[in-house]
Each structure stands twice: as C-alpha cells, then as structure tokens.
C-alpha cells in the first residue's frame, strides 16, 4: 500500500513570539529543530520515495532534520511555492493576542479558522487549497498511485486544505482541525487509491 505522511514544521520563532507568520521565511526554533529531529526518529526506518516541501526555510529545515534520522538513501526532494503557507495579507508579523483585542476575538477567528474569508489583503483557506490541491494532483497523486511513499513536509494550513481534499473534510468541520507541529499523520492507500488507514504516528 502506498504510503502519504505530512508534517508541519516544527515551531518557528514566529510561533513563539506569537505572531501571524503567514509566508514570512522566518527561521525555527531551537525547540522547533529538536520537534523535526523527533519526527525524524518516528520516520527513520520508512524507505520514502520522494519528498516535497515549501520554498520556506522552516519547511526546508524540517525536512532536512527529519531525513538526517533516515535509515534509507536520501531521497529526491522537490520544493514548490505551491506549498507554501497561506498569504496572511496585513496580519504577517502582528501579534495574535493583541490583534484580536484590535478587531475582536470573533474576527480574527474567523480570518484564521473559517475556509472562505481572508484576512485583509491576504489568503483565505479556499485561496490556498486552489494552489495546494491542483499541484498535489499533478505531482503528488501519481507517485502514490505508483505505489510509492511520499513525504510532505509543509504548513499549518496548506497541509489543512491538503487534509481537508484528502479526507472529504467539510467547510465547516475544518475550522476545528489544528496540526501540531512536527506530528507526523499517516494516509495509506491501497491498489485502487482508496483510503485505508489514517492517523497520527
């Protein structure tokens, strides 16, 4: 059975300092490299066949600390901007606490958790998964119809409207799914494509 597993990167200084990072390239965290190295040591003893990331350098730093633990080859890694994380507008680099108390709590719920609004001058989540999906169709689908493992090392919500593609998630369920950074989730698939099996490793 084929085999798909994403991961968000581990936690950026940005997530620390609680800001909108959006597709700011900021760097990880000395906790968000010992995250990656983690899910390196829960992904050591897969053979992937390939690996696609963003064209940040926190996805890119993930992936390489994830495959630094392999047991397997180093495998060919593709990198798109298709991947990269949603477009925050006018919130990149704001503080989250202190622009909820600007625009309420309810608002800025709403950029950041609801599929079709975007932030001022930003990205709402339907505007990503119209970049993420087409590209994970072309490149991505193939190789796991091929019967092959893919690794996806990403961002919260491009890997949320990847998820929400893979798993029929509904526009309303998705407010609620959050990704952890550097938990790694598995899909298997069999011989027809079918999903068989998902879940956190």
């Known amino acids: 059975m084929a085999l798909l597993v994403l991961v968000r990167h581990g936690q950026s200084q940005w997530n620390l300092e609680n800001r909108f990072t959006g597709d700011v390239d900021v760097d990880l965290t000395v906790l968000g490299r010992q995250e990656a190295s983690r899910a390196g040591e829960k992904l050591k003893e897969i053979a992937f066949d390939a690996a696609f990331t963003s064209v940040l350098k926190r996805a890119q730093e993930t992936l390489q600390l994830i495959l630094e633990q392999s047991r397997h080859p180093i495998v060919p890694i593709f990198m798109n901007k298709a991947l990269n994380e ?3 507008g006018q919130l990149q680099g704001l503080n989250k606490t202190e622009t909820a108390k600007k625009f309420g709590e309810a608002q800025v719920e709403l950029w950041r958790r ?5 932030p001022p001058g930003g990205e709402s989540l339907k505007d990503t998964a119209a970049r993420v999906i087409p590209y994970y169709q072309e490149f991505i689908e193939p190789l796991l119809k091929l019967n092959q493992n893919v690794l996806i090392v990403a961002h919260g919500n491009s890997l949320r409207a990847l998820m929400m593609f893979i798993e029929q998630i509904s526009q309303a369920d998705i407010a609620g799914l959050d ?23």
């Open 86 to 88: 949603r477009n925050y």
């Open 114 to 118: 609801s599929f079709d609004i975007a």
């Open 179 to 201: 990704i952890p950074t550097s938990a790694p989730i598995s899909y298997r698939f069999d011989a027809k494509f079918g999903l068989v099996k998902m879940g956190y490793l």
